[in-house]
């Protein structure tokens, strides 16, 4: 179950740096199970959890500067 957890959560990382899909992530709500990840004691998913909430929290202006 960590294994898919890690790689699901860098799974959205990665498609939170396209827009269109950034806001269809967030609109089927992936941000409360994201943060549920957060409460885990495993660094592995910590980190990719976190990675996944950073991105999906910034905009696309934000990832410019």
Known sequence: CTG???YAASVLTNMASQ???RR???AHEAMPALVELLHST???ILISATQAV???ACDA???LE
């Open 61 to 63: 202006e934000a990832r």
């Open 4 to 6: 898919a957890a890690v």
């Open 24 to 26: 269809s992530i967030l």
């Open 42 to 44: 495993d660094n592995n």
């Open 54 to 56: 950073a991105s999906l």
């Open 19 to 21: 827009e269109d899909l």
